[in-house]
């Protein structure tokens, strides 16, 4: 069984950063992909952030080249750090896992069957 548990959200003025952290119990095959993904009210669940166990990363096309995701050594830990924030990035931010996605699924919710509570990230501007 794997459990997942973010931390970090909080808010911040538009242009500030945020690095939000995943706790992962019982770390298995299940965790090959991990990812972060965020639900604005009255929006579907989008992908965030995809890190695959060997390293490769995905990023949805809104946060390329602001946020980063990753991993400590022991892959206990998933990160991720935002920066130049928008008020459109705030969102109940959620940690995810799976043991094996489509490529073309990565960011998309239905593969992960694994699911943290959520943290909140909040931009004013």
């Known amino acids: 069984q794997v459990q997942l548990v973010e931390s970090g959200g909080g808010s911040v003025q538009a242009g500030g950063s945020l690095r939000l952290s995943c706790a992962v119990y019982g770390y298995t095959y299940n965790t090959y992909y991990m990812g972060w993904f965020r639900q604005a009210p009255g929006k579907e669940r989008e992908g965030v952030a995809i890190i695959r166990d060997d390293g490769f990363t995905i990023y949805a096309d809104s946060v390329k080249g602001r946020f980063s995701i990753s991993q400590d050594n022991a892959k206990s830990t998933l990160f991720l750090q935002m920066n130049s924030l928008r008020s459109e990035d705030t969102a109940m931010y959620y940690c995810?896992?799976?043991?094996?996605?489509?490529?073309?699924?990565?960011?998309?919710?239905?593969?992960?069957?694994?699911w943290g509570q959520g943290t909140q990230v909040t931009v004013s501007s």
């Open positions: 995810a896992a799976a043991a094996s996605v489509p490529r073309w699924l990565l960011l998309h919710r239905e593969p992960y069957s694994y």
